[in-house]
């Protein structure tokens, strides 16, 4: 097959597939399938290696914290992703005996796992276990479309059942079929270097003679351009609750967000919630705003500062947890920064240093 002889002889050597063996490594497969999820590759290389350096195998990650971790994936965003890795690492490691983990072999059976859907489970399930089922990402669809000249936007729902019955079709070619994870990986890179979304390089295409969009000239009209998603303005208010302890020891509150939340399950950060212009007043003083993006939200924060007094500390007589309604985590403010994992929360703190050293 053209496109895996193109692929043997081009394909980018990236640290989780350095040999054979690392290109088929379970644990390395799946660390390097979640970072890619939502994160350009030159991001993800040192995030890797940092990852793999501290979490060697699935072990290592189910028997951490979860402050053991922050830092780890710190700056890569979408922290929640880490969570669920975390809780499927300890589930795997539950269900494993004598230090051997126990995969499992199927998509189904790595779909059943947190946090993996599935174009994660499409990719772990071939590139580690030969299972031939079709990965198709947003590169893998352009390609379709082009191969098959078809001229609408690529994001259409309606599309989905043609590019998996498109590409299931390609992948039934014997050659594909003894090699599914390669398979996958040739018409993602392809997609990546070689049939980009302006100018794709025919002349170098291994699936250039099959190609309908190449024959007609119609490349440029194949896909159209994409469906841009309705974003949703949303206001949020921020509370940084703070309180001094001794003078020159300054603690401030940070909260442990749960599956409930709209935004940034699972991270520990400032409270947050929708602005009410007909709330309450807060007894807090106003420090600034930002504009912020959350997947299809556009978000304006508007930044509190709380300052609670010491003798009103803990519990319910605290005017913060009279707002949140929940006991917060009180964290030495020098160590604030290390403990934050979203931008949203780093934004937040940079404006209340700005503030506070202006
Ligand atoms: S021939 Fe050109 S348009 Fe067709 S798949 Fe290859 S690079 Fe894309």
Not at 66 to 83: A, I, N, Q, S, T
Not at 181 to 199: H, K
Not at 248 to 260: I, P, T, Y
Not at 293 to 310: F, G, R
Request: aromatic share 8%; with cysteine.
């Amino acid at each position: 097959m053209r496109l895996l002889a193109w692929y043997d002889h081009n394909k980018r050597s990236l640290p989780w597939r350095v040999d054979q063996a690392t290109s088929r490594d379970p644990w390395r497969t799946w660390v390097s399938e979640v970072m890619l999820q939502q994160t350009l590759i030159p991001v993800v290389i040192p995030a890797f290696n940092r990852f793999i350096a501290k979490f060697p195998d699935v072990f290592a990650l189910a028997r951490a914290t979860e402050d053991d971790l922050r830092p780890v994936v710190k700056g890569l965003g979408y922290y929640r992703r880490f969570g669920m890795l975390h809780r499927a690492a300890r589930i795997i490691a539950e269900i494993s005996s004598d230090g051997n983990p126990i995969w499992p072999r199927t998509q189904e059976g790595w779909k059943a796992l947190p946090g993996i859907g599935e174009y994660t489970s499409a990719a772990i399930s071939s590139i580690a276990f030969d299972v031939p089922v079709p990965v198709i990402d947003g590169n893998v669809e352009r390609v379709l479309c082009r191969l098959e000249d078809i001229r609408q936007p690529p994001n259409l729902p309606e599309l989905k059942p043609v590019y998996r019955e498109l590409a299931t079709r390609m992948m039934a070619n014997p050659a594909a079929r003894a090699r599914p994870g390669d398979f996958n990986q040739a018409m993602m890179e392809l997609g990546q270097r070689v049939c980009t979304p302006s100018n794709p390089d025919c002349g170098q295409c291994p699936l250039s003679r099959q190609c309908k969009a190449r024959k007609a000239r119609t490349q440029h009209l194949a896909p159209a351009p994409k469906i841009r998603p309705h974003y949703e303005d949303v206001r949020l208010r921020l509370i940084v609750g703070i309180r001094v302890q001794q003078p020159g020891n300054h603690q401030v509150a940070l909260f442990r967000r749960d599956e409930k939340q709209k935004f940034l399950k699972g991270t520990r950060g400032f409270w947050y919630g929708f602005e009410d212009p007909e709330g309450p007043p807060l007894s807090s003083s106003f420090v600034g705003s930002f504009k912020h993006s959350i997947t299809k939200h556009k978000i304006t924060a508007d930044v509190h500062l709380m300052e609670v007094p010491p003798a009103k500390m803990a519990g319910t007589t605290c005017p913060l947890a009279t707002v949140t309604k929940q006991i917060p985590d009180w964290i030495p403010a020098g160590d604030v920064e290390n403990e934050l994992i979203s931008s949203l929360d780093s934004k937040a703190w940079r404006l209340i240093l700005r503030r506070h050293q202006a």
